[in-house]
Antibody
Framework: QVQLVESGGGLVKPGGSLRLSCAAS????????MTWIRQAPGKGLEWVSY????????QYADSVKGRFTISRDNAKNSLYLQMNSLRAEDTAVYYC?????????????????????WGQGTTVTVSS | IVLTQSPGTLSLSPGERATLSCRAS???????LAWYQQKPGQTPRLLIY???TRATGIPDRFSGSGSGTDFTLTISRLEPEDFAVYYC?????????FGQGTKLEIK
């Protein structure tokens, strides 16, 4: 069963740091590009960052560039988001998702694919 | 690229046809445009990718069309479970951007 499970959310003060994790199972994690998306309370979806399967390529939204760092450990089937200098506007549910497409036993992944599998999200609250 | 969805809210009845629009501020390369559905308290679900290809398990009442800067998600005959928020999203080699969403509500 293909699954993504986020963890690491919580309450943090403005200016603080937090590290989110996303544990993948049921698929060949090391073959897939992965991404983080967030959703502020009552708001829409906002793409945050993505990372290539080998970690060689990363992209960030302007709103988090220089403050957030995406990384992965393929040996642990895990994706991470290190969030520094947190602001109130970073308060959101953070989702990890897989960029890819699978059919007939074959899977494909790059930034040219949509988000086909999502985790349930972890909540980050930035407040004093 | 900025994606603008319209209308913000669409009020329709079950059985009716829904047409949701997504307009891009610049041409979307190779139609790398997806649509997602999000129901209250749930995780988003991929409906359409490549502007017009249904994702696995998506009913054929959902269809996507368009190219360049103008894209449309059509739900041919609304079922009660289709009332939700819909997002378009641009992907590809640069930044991945979402539209602000269209809420499809029961009239």
């Amino acid at each position: 069963q293909v699954q993504l499970v986020e963890s690491g959310g919580g309450l943090v003060k403005p200016g603080g740091s937090l590290r989110l994790s996303c544990a993948a199972s049921g698929f060949a994690f090391s073959d897939f590009y992965m991404t983080w998306i967030r959703q502020a309370p009552g708001k829409g979806l906002e793409w945050v960052s993505y990372i290539s399967s080998s970690s060689s390529y990363k992209q960030y939204a302007d709103s988090v560039k220089g403050r957030f760092t995406i990384s992965r450990d393929n040996a642990k089937n895990s994706l991470y988001l290190q969030m520094n200098s947190l602001r109130a506007e970073d308060t959101a549910v953070y989702y990890c998702a897989r960029l890819g497409y699978c059919t007939g036993g074959s899977c494909y992944s790059s930034y040219y694919y949509a988000m086909d599998v999502w985790g349930q999200g972890t909540t980050v609250t930035v407040s004093s | 690229i900025v994606l603008t969805q319209s209308p913000g809210t669409l009020s329709l009845s079950p059985g009716e046809r829904a047409t949701l629009s997504c307009r891009a501020s610049q041409s979307v390369t190779s139609n790398y445009l997806a649509w997602y559905q999000q129901k209250p308290g749930q995780t988003p679900r991929l409906l359409i990718y490549g502007a017009s290809t249904r994702a696995t398990g998506i009913p054929d009442r959902f269809s996507g069309s368009g190219s360049g800067t103008d894209f449309t998600l059509t739900i041919s005959r609304l079922e009660p479970e289709d009332f939700a928020v819909y997002y378009c999203q641009k992907y590809g080699s640069s930044l991945h951007t979402f539209g602000q969403g269209t809420k499809l509500e029961i009239k």
